[in-house]
């Protein structure tokens, strides 16, 4: 059974990705509930955190429910890679997480996120010190490289696990590719092969369905899969997978019951957590993906979005289950 330094995970453990605006608290427990063996928060900007900036402070915040919970954070500054790490041992998270593979123009042009693929030594550098000056567990996130030309992720795999990193998760594209084509497995595979690695290989990228777990399981071999777009708005993608792991049978879609169950708890959470202005605000985004297919709802999804009132948004929910309660999804 896999396991990243002390934490003991089960076979195949499935792994919430950290993703910017939708891996926050609200959501990370929900995933949690539906099977999600590990959760990551977004990423969290080192430069923001030792700023103080309240916009990155409040993203360090974690719940114990959610453990085992991995802050994640990303930088290029050593100074302040470290600094940052003092302040996320704080919230006492179980691990913390490099990204190393953010492809967005204003984190890789600063050589933070992927643009650090363009040079390994730093990327090695950095992740040493930052292994050094904390005792949590320390994983890295990162791509199979800047671009098709430059794949050199057995040896940056090998060498980040050699300065001391736990386990490491390989998004299956590289940086000049975004998020296009499709996701390959194979040199994470590689990685998994190298009889060097001994630490746990994570795949990342397309995972989507429970037939693509498998594949990476037993066709790839790897030793667990991240899992990011496909949960967004269906939580219960972690149960799928592992309903599917035991029987081969394919679970019914979530009810139009646990869907608005899912997202009455998904805003009361956010409240909870940010206060009812900020908790109505940010959970709007989660309700077209909870609430995906379903004829004429643009009426009942436009009220869900405009209230600026929790009491109407909890309304617009009974009302959805008052009249799509038997709506049968596909
Ligand atoms: C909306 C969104 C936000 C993301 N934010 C982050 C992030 O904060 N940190 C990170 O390492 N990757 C981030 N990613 C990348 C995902 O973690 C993951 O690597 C990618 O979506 C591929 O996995 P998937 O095919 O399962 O979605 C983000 C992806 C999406 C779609």
Redesign the pocket.
């Known amino acids: 059974m896999p396991k990243i330094a002390d934490i003991v995970l089960p076979d195949f453990p499935l792994l919430l990705?950290?993703?910017?605006?939708?891996s926050d608290p609200p959501f990370r427990a929900l995933c949690k509930e539906q099977g999600a063996d590990v959760v990551y928060t977004?990423?969290i900007s080192s430069e923001g955190l030792i700023r103080d900036a309240a916009k990155s402070v409040i993203k360090l915040d974690i719940y114990e429910k959610e453990r085992p919970v991995g802050i994640?954070i990303f930088g290029a500054e050593l100074d302040s890679m470290l600094q940052a790490v003092d302040i996320v041992e704080k919230s006492n998270p179980d691990i913390i997480d490099i990204?190393f593979?953010?492809p967005v123009k204003k984190v890789v042009c600063k050589n933070a996120g992927a643009g650090i693929l363009r040079d390994i030594p730093l990327m090695v550098k950095l992740t040493s010190e930052i292994v050094k000056r904390t005792k949590l567990p320390v994983t890295v996130?990162t791509r199979l490289g800047w671009d098709s030309d430059s794949i050199k992720i057995v040896e940056v795999a090998e060498r980040l696990q050699d300065v001391g990193i736990e386990a490491i998760s390989i998004?299956g594209r590289t940086r000049v590719q975004m998020?296009k084509g499709f996701?390959d497995w194979k040199p994470i595979a590689a990685v998994k092969n190298n009889p060097r690695m001994h630490i746990p290989v994570f795949g990342?990228?397309?995972?989507?369905t429970p037939e693509a777990a498998v594949r990476m399981r037993d066709d790839f071999g790897l030793d667990g899969a991240?899992?990011?777009?496909?949960s967004i708005g269906n939580p219960w993608f972690f149960k799928e997978v592992k309903h599917f792991f035991e029987t081969g049978t394919h679970l019914k879609p979530p009810s139009m019951e646990e869907r608005v169950e899912a997202a009455r708890r998904h805003l009361q959470m956010a409240i909870d957590w940010k206060g009812e202005k900020l908790g109505v605000f940010e959970t709007r985004r989660h309700y077209t993906n909870y609430f995906k297919g379903i004829p004429h709802f643009k009426e009942y999804r436009m009220k869900m979005v405009t209230s600026d009132d929790a009491a109407d948004v909890f309304a617009a929910f009974d009302e959805v289950l008052e009249k799509f309660g038997n709506y049968q999804f596909a």
């Open positions: 990705a950290p993703m910017e605006d939708v977004e990423f994640q990204n593979g953010c996130k998004h998020y996701a990342n990228g397309d995972v989507d991240m899992i990011g777009r496909a």
